[in-house]
């Protein structure tokens, strides 16, 4: 499987080129993706067709993970005569959402078929996509995306995750782990559903996965600090992810 970070950003940044949550994933014909946030639709689009794709799958319905779909639903129902049709598996209620959005009735379900997201598997062309909940909103989710029928080492994304251990059922040795560390080296403000850099290293060290790819980093958190707080406690391959960056997961 490929990976592509088309964004990484978390809920707000000052960095010029930051965009918000959203990970392509590839493996033969089908395509994967992770999240949609603010700005990440043109990066998208630059990484492959956007009507090709077999589904978004979506975490949680917060704006930084789910936002640009509105610039994807545009780019479906206006850049194609007919348009276009995309599936999108999310937590329930994205539609009266996005409707809201743009005060019309009718306006996500125009060209997006929306699905709720259920615990459990779901086969997406030449991908298994596997869902867990976590603790964040009321309705948060992390995914672990595989080669179809695969027992081998695969991808396992975390969403905005408020605990640790949330993610200990989809995890298997050798995986990729690609995790949220928005509190960086920590502590984690109190009442905050996220992670920072010692709860991840346990987690990894535990699970002992392939290695761990660091996203959704809030501002003002030192990027090299963070890394060593996850290093203290996992010896195995850490890299903080941009836009741009592109990994292959052996499986
Ligand atoms: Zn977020
Ligand atoms: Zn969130």
Known sequence: ?????????????????????????????????????????????????PSTLSAVVVSHLHPDHFIDLVALRHYLRWQFKPSRRVRVIAPAGLTTRLDALHDEP???????????????SVRIGAL?????????????????????????????????CGRAADLDPLIRPGDTLLVEV???????????????????????????????????????????ATLESVRERYSGDIRLVAPGDRFTIAS
Do not use: I, K, W
């Open 1 to 49: 499987m490929d990976l592509d970070v088309l964004g990484a950003g978390p809920a707000y940044s000052d960095r010029p080129g930051s965009s918000g949550a959203a990970y392509l994933v590839r493996e033969d014909d089908t395509s994967v993706l992770l999240d949609l946030g603010q700005g990440s639709f043109p990066r998208l689009a630059a990484a492959l067709e």
């Open 128 to 160: 298994d996509v596997t869902a867990a909940r976590v603790t964040h909103t009321a309705d948060s989710h992390a995914y672990r995306v595989a080669p179809a029928g695969s027992d081998g080492p695969a991808l396992v994304y975390s969403g905005d």
């Open 182 to 224: 928005s509190f960086g080296p920590g502590p984690v403000v109190a009442g905050a559903n996220h992670l920072d850099g010692p709860a991840v290293g346990a987690l990894a060290a535990r699970a002992r996965v392939g290695c761990v790819l660091l996203t959704h980093l809030q501002m003002g958190y030192d990027e090299a």
């Open 106 to 120: 009718g306006f996500t379900a125009a060209v997006l078929d929306v699905e709720d997201v259920a615990p459990g």
